[in-house]
């Protein structure tokens, strides 16, 4: 809904002023920790910079593709991306990192799939918006394991790699930031507003990756796209269709039996 608010500017223009005020929000509190000079320096380690510099490519792709989907009308297709990223999550995890998986985790998956699937006549084609922001949003979770950095310094520096680059764009290609900022209107103070609104919930799922459990967590991450889903259905007026309901439906039966899976193994465990 907040990006539906800067209706009528180009989403690549947003994901510019979303990573410049983002960087401004991040390092405030870098500063504010004590923690700014000590997250610079690790810009000069090759490996951090290069696992960043591909984070940061891999997240601004992944906020681009969801702004432009919500200005566009297509925010149930986007729900889809987002209920699909747990069950991407864990075929990488057992492809690249050896992670196993119960019967019950893998058969969800295969339903999830075939939920995906029911979406091709409904989109009239594939669903490459919803595929593209579940692989891109699963990617930079890949890549975001193999640095040492915990969340706050991690995002920071991913988004200052990505501000010459988001500069540059907003001095270029019209509205320019100037032209933008100079006209102080509600839409000027909403792109002012995107670093909290990025970095605010960013932040709080680094934190809680570190607190609660997984499986919890896991389960927690299926509320964004119902919630993204009901504003779409219910608020937007986005159609329902019939293979757009028979897809939901799948999807969230294999939710339910990730949930039950994973919930009985933790219990095995513990056991």
């Known amino acids: 809904m907040f990006w539906k608010c800067l209706q009528g500017l180009p989403a690549t223009s947003i994901i510019a002023h979303r ?5 401004l929000v991040l390092w405030s509190i870098l500063a504010l920790q004590k923690n ?23 997240l601004a792709a992944n906020w681009l593709l969801y702004v432009w989907a919500t200005l566009q009308e297509r925010i149930l297709e986007t729900s889809l991306g987002y209920y699909l990223n ?3 999550n864990m075929l990488f995890g057992y492809c690249l990192f050896g992670e ?14 075939l939920g995906v699937a029911c979406q091709f006549h409904g989109v009239h ?11 891109t949003f699963s990617l930079y979770a890949v890549v975001r394991k193999k640095s040492p ?19 540059v764009w907003l001095c270029v290609v019209p509205p320019t930031i100037t032209s933008t900022l100079a006209n102080f209107n509600q839409q000027s103070l909403l792109l002012m507003f995107t670093g ?3 970095s605010t919930p960013l932040l709080l799922f680094g934190h809680a990756t570190r607190n609660i459990p997984l ?9 964004s796209p119902t919630l993204q889903w009901l504003v779409a259905w219910r608020i937007y007026h986005e159609p329902m269709t019939p293979e757009r309901t028979v897809s939901f439906a799948l999807i969230w039966l294999a939710i339910a039996l990730y949930g039950f899976s994973s919930w009985k193994r933790s219990t095995a465990v513990s056991v």
């Open 125 to 135: 084609g594939f669903p490459w918006v919803a595929l593209t922001l579940a692989l």
């Open 149 to 167: 950095l915990s969340s706050l310094p991690g995002l920071g520096i991913e988004t200052l790699l990505l501000t010459p680059i988001a500069l």
């Open 86 to 88: 747990p069950f991407v």
């Open 100 to 113: 196993t998986h119960s019967r019950g985790q893998k058969i969800s998956i295969a339903i999830a799939l």
């Open 215 to 223: 499986t919890t967590l896991g389960i927690l991450q299926f509320l």
């Open 19 to 23: 990573t410049i005020w983002s960087v």
């Open 196 to 198: 909290v609104a990025t």
């Open 36 to 58: 700014a000079a000590a997250t610079w320096r690790q810009l000069g380690n090759p490996k951090i910079f290069i696992w960043h510099l591909l984070s940061g490519l891999l």
